[in-house]
């Protein structure tokens, strides 16, 4: 408990670092959650738990410091609350996610029909073309079973590439 000396000590040296630090304090807060009626609320909350930290006896050694302190943990509880407040928000609204596989069926469609084509190659990019795009091999797995050069690999995975491409856009 405090006497009436301490309390009145106390207030005088809050009021001081409201006088000296308030503005600095809204500024910083402002930049960082972009809204002045809660940076304004940010920084009065760090004040009011200033003041119950001291009236419970705490001992601050250097004010500026331990305001800033306080204001940026509530900046941080202030981002994880507005996070969950507002997909909460927005499921009350009806939103409800979805994921959209469209492309994604696509993509398995149009890889299902270039690999078909693959017959339609000449026998010499067949093989280097299954292995690399059915068999996901790498190009030196390819020269090592092949028993060809990873050069020649590559050459004939890029050019039997090219040939499927023709043959896709026909």
């Not at 084509?117 to 091999?137: C, E, S």
């Amino acid at each position: 408990m405090m006497t009436k000396k301490q309390d009145t000590r106390q207030k005088a040296i809050l009021t001081l670092a409201h006088h000296d630090y308030a503005k600095g304090m809204n500024s910083y807060s402002f930049f960082k959650v972009h809204n002045h009626a809660t940076s304004d609320d940010l920084v009065q909350d760090t004040f009011i738990k200033t003041w119950s930290y001291l009236t419970k006896g705490g001992k601050i050694d250097i004010m500026k410091a331990f305001l800033y302190h306080i204001l940026n943990q509530l900046i941080i509880d202030e981002y994880r609350k507005r996070k969950t407040t507002s997909l909460d928000v927005l499921l009350e609204k009806g939103f409800e996610p979805s994921v959209d596989h469209s492309e994604r069926i696509f993509n398995v469609f149009d890889g299902k029909a270039a690999l078909l084509l693959i017959q339609h190659l000449p026998a010499k990019y067949q093989t280097v073309m299954r292995m690399r795009y059915a068999q996901d091999l790498s190009l030196k797995e390819i020269s090592l079973i092949t028993g060809q050069s990873r050069n020649a690999v590559a050459v004939q995975s890029h050019r039997g590439l090219e040939k499927l491409k023709v043959l896709y856009n026909h």
